[in-house]
């Protein structure tokens, strides 16, 4: 098996091309189809969506050197979080793979950003993945280890505090997530307030650290509160 390592990164991130051993998804595309990809190791990175691996599978088992090229993705071990952990209708906006619970209060995912997603739809700028990426990457990760382990879909969280630090740039290639609990005070209902911190790191460097404290409720005790606060506006 070849040496030969290119990466292949979603079409928003074309600033990060360099035409070799970093490629976009429609540029690996056009290589197989026009004969020109050599043997060599395909890492698929951050903005390829699932349905998008499957179209370069094809294509790569059709091409003269198929039994020389390997393909690899972030969905070969680990699978989209369901968009009722993390409060998403449609899949390309869950940027998260489904959490899992790695050792006490401490859960890990990775990032799986789509180049559809709606984060991306009006602002990639640079070669990095932009910060607000991420904030909504730990939101969804708080919201779905919380609801998965610690609570039910009745339930609402409400932010009170949020602390951002920000290390270095993230690049559009692997990034993992650990959310771990630092303190849980929730009633038998499963109401009350916790607080976490979620860690990004890539290449096993802190890259971006989040501390968040919230409170949980009952949904439909939030929307009386809701209304409630709505009224007062009027009044």
């Given at each position: ?5 290119i990466?292949v990164?979603?079409?928003?991130f ?12 429609d ?15 395909i ?56 959490p899992?619970?790695?050792g ?8 799986l ?27 969804q ?5 919380t609801?998965k ?53 890539q290449?096993?460097k802190?890259?971006a650290?989040l501390?968040?404290?919230?409170t949980?409720?009952?949904?439909k005790f ?14």
């Amino acid at each position: 098996m070849t040496d030969t390592l290119i990466r292949v990164v979603g079409n928003k991130f074309q600033e990060l091309s360099n035409a070799q051993s970093i490629l976009t998804f429609d540029e690996l595309v056009a290589r197989v189809r026009d004969g020109q990809l050599e043997p060599a190791a395909i890492s698929l990175e951050q903005g390829i969506s699932e349905s998008q691996v499957d179209v370069l599978r094809d294509l790569v088992a059709q091409s003269d050197h198929a039994g020389q090229i390997s393909l690899r993705s972030y969905f070969d071990r680990h699978q989209r979080c369901d968009g009722t952990l993390t409060h998403k209708v449609k899949r390309a906006n869950t940027l998260i793979s489904d959490p899992q619970e790695t050792g006490e209060d401490t859960y890990t995912s990775v990032l799986l950003i789509d180049d559809e997603c709606a984060d991306l739809s009006d602002h990639v700028t640079g070669k990095h993945v932009q910060f607000m990426v991420l904030l909504e990457a730990a939101r969804q990760m708080g919201n779905a280890v919380t609801q998965k382990f610690h609570s039910t879909a009745a339930k609402m969280y409400l932010a009170e505090n949020i602390n951002v630090d920000f290390k270095a740039f993230a690049y559009p290639f692997q990034v993992d997530l650990e959310y771990r609990v630092l303190e849980r005070n929730l009633r038998a209902t499963g109401d009350g307030k916790m607080a976490v911190r979620i860690d990004f790191r890539q290449h096993g460097k802190v890259i971006a650290q989040l501390t968040l404290t919230f409170t949980v409720l009952d949904r439909k005790f939030v929307s009386a509160l809701e209304s409630t606060a709505l009224k007062s506006l009027h009044n």
